[in-house]
């Protein structure tokens, strides 16, 4: 019965939506982490998602849901910042602060948060659709 | 008129799977609504049952051997389109949220639909079947 798919479907959905603000969440907490070394810095990360084919080897298969692919650490050079007072300055007093744009975050947050509603939509619709098609002839 | 239970009830069952499959790559479409490069993809309905009606689609040719192939562009559901989007993102991808949803919310109205339909035909024929 192919309505049972639909759940395997979002629950991959979910799955990936919740790594996405997982990430979300690491990187507004390290918002401020400043460190005295580049190396040492925390690094803004995004998971990168791709689909999951029905089947790998057709010319234009369907999906039959989501996957992360990996999670990537931003490029964007980090900040450099004079703060002779912080612990963790170097021997010129400056800090090097992540490359965590806050705003996006945020706005990535609340997009993936959306995106996983409608994924638990899409599951508490199948159930419906399934639960009447059990009840047919009563 | 011989009473034939099976013709009755066959459109509505062929509706019904169909249903499950298209709620089916709906649901796949919102799943991927953040995949860079995804295209969304759907049937198309009316040309699926249409098929069905006039027994074009047939179903699947018999496979007995391992050479065996369906004939060209064959789908047991119907042929699976790509959406056209109206305003597809920069990445690649063409699921709109909105649309999809729509789509999906009266793909399963219609399914809820056929199964009053064919919940329907039961009860007619019981009501026959006893003679009350």
Same mark, same amino acid.
């Given at each position: 019965?192919?309505? &049972?798919?639909? &759940?395997?479907?979002?629950?991959?959905?979910?799955?990936?939506?919740?790594?996405?603000?997982?990430?979300?969440?690491?990187?507004?907490?390290?918002?401020?982490?400043?460190?005295?070394?580049?190396?040492?810095?925390?690094?803004?990360?995004?998971?990168? &998602?791709?689909?999951?084919?029905?089947?790998?080897? !057709?010319?234009?298969?369907?999906?039959?849901?989501?996957?992360?692919?990996?999670?990537?650490?931003?490029?964007?050079?980090?900040?450099?910042?004079?703060?002779?007072?912080?612990?963790? !300055?170097? !021997?010129?007093?400056?800090?090097?602060?992540?490359?965590?744009?806050?705003?996006?975050?945020?706005?990535?947050?609340?997009? !993936?948060?959306?995106?996983?509603?409608?994924?638990?939509?899409?599951?508490?619709?199948?159930?419906?659709?399934?639960?009447?098609?059990?009840?047919?002839?009563? | 008129?011989?009473?034939?239970?099976?013709?009755?009830? @066959?459109? $509505?069952?062929?509706?019904?799977?169909?249903?499950?499959? %298209?709620?089916?790559?709906?649901?796949?479409?919102?799943?991927?609504? @953040?995949?860079?490069?995804?295209? +969304? %993809? @759907?049937? @198309? /309905? %009316? #040309?699926?049952?249409?098929?069905?009606?006039?027994?074009? #689609?047939?179903?699947?040719?018999?496979?007995?051997?391992?050479? $065996?192939?369906?004939?060209?562009?064959?789908?047991?559901?119907?042929?699976?389109?790509?959406?056209?989007?109206?305003?597809?993102?920069?990445?690649?991808?063409?699921?709109?949220?909105?649309?999809?949803?729509?789509? /999906? +919310?009266?793909?399963?109205?219609?399914?809820? #639909?056929?199964?009053? /339909?064919?919940?329907?035909?039961?009860?007619?024929?019981?009501?026959? /079947?006893?003679?009350?």
């Amino acid at each position: 019965m192919s309505l &049972f798919n639909v &759940f395997d479907t979002a629950g991959t959905g979910m799955y990936a939506q919740s790594v996405r603000l997982n990430t979300t969440s690491s990187n507004l907490a390290n918002a401020n982490s400043a460190s005295s070394s580049i190396d040492q810095t925390y690094r803004a990360r995004q998971p990168v &998602f791709g689909q999951i084919l029905k089947d790998p080897y !057709a010319s234009d298969g369907t999906a039959v849901g989501v996957r992360v692919l990996g999670v990537v650490e931003s490029q964007t050079p980090l900040r450099r910042e004079y703060n002779p007072g912080n612990p963790n !300055a170097d !021997a010129e007093g400056y800090v090097y602060m992540p490359n965590v744009n806050v705003v996006e975050e945020m706005a990535n947050m609340i997009s !993936a948060s959306r995106s996983y509603q409608t994924n638990v939509e899409v599951m508490n619709t199948a159930k419906e659709m399934l639960m009447r098609t059990l009840s047919l002839g009563q | 008129m011989p009473l034939s239970i099976d013709k009755t009830i @066959d459109i $509505h069952t062929r509706a019904l799977s169909l249903q499950a499959r %298209r709620a089916e790559l709906l649901g796949a479409n919102l799943a991927n609504a @953040d995949t860079p490069g995804y295209k +969304a %993809r @759907d049937i @198309d /309905f %009316r #040309a699926a049952m249409a098929a069905a009606e006039e027994g074009l #689609a047939g179903g699947p040719l018999a496979v007995t051997r391992a050479g $065996h192939l369906q004939p060209a562009g064959f789908s047991p559901d119907g042929e699976i389109l790509y959406r056209q989007p109206v305003q597809p993102s920069l990445d690649g991808n063409t699921v709109e949220t909105q649309v999809e949803m729509a789509q /999906f +919310a009266e793909n399963s109205v219609r399914y809820l #639909a056929t199964l009053r /339909f064919l919940s329907g035909k039961f009860n007619t024929y019981l009501t026959a /079947f006893r003679g009350e």
